[in-house]
């Protein structure tokens, strides 16, 4: 599940880059994922599997909140890019939908096959 959060990560950044018409190469999609994958990583691995695999609250919550702060400032300190206020708020929705939403479904499905 770690893989999938990453690997939606790496999408938010390719979905942000060709909204605006942007370089799609390896290059150019490590500068905007990276900043959010590092923290993500690092925090995640800090939190025991099973509570990171399904858990919306509040192990879900920390990492989409602590990427999402993380992430600008590790811009800044890693490629010299500032974040619009615009670009925060996009990135909150985005990396909620994807952190968040992929957990509601795994709970779902989790439940679902526990239910005779």
């Given at each position: 599940?770690?893989?999938?959060?990453?690997?939606?990560?790496v999408i938010?950044?390719?979905?942000?880059?060709?909204?605006?018409?942007?370089?799609?190469?390896?290059?150019?999609?490590?500068?905007?994922?990276?900043?959010?994958?590092?923290?993500?990583?690092?925090?995640?691995?800090?939190?025991?599997?099973?509570?990171?695999?399904?858990?919306?609250?509040?192990?879900?919550v920390a990492?989409?909140?602590?990427?999402?702060?993380?992430?600008?400032?590790?811009?800044?300190?890693?490629?010299?890019?500032?974040?619009?206020?615009?670009?925060?708020?996009?990135?909150?929705?985005?990396?909620?939908?994807?952190?968040?939403?992929?957990?509601?479904?795994?709970?779902?499905v989790t439940?679902?096959?526990?239910?005779?």
């Amino acid at each position: 599940m770690l893989a999938i959060d990453a690997i939606l990560i790496v999408i938010f950044a390719i979905i942000g880059i060709s909204s605006h018409e942007g370089d799609l190469g390896p290059a150019n999609i490590a500068r905007v994922a990276v900043p959010f994958l590092l923290p993500y990583l690092v925090l995640a691995a800090t939190i025991k599997p099973t509570r990171l695999i399904h858990n919306i609250f509040p192990a879900g919550v920390a990492l989409w909140v602590l990427t999402l702060i993380l992430g600008p400032i590790l811009r800044i300190v890693l490629f010299q890019d500032t974040s619009a206020p615009a670009f925060i708020l996009v990135t909150a929705a985005v990396l909620g939908i994807f952190l968040l939403g992929r957990r509601s479904i795994s709970t779902l499905v989790t439940r679902a096959r526990k239910t005779p």
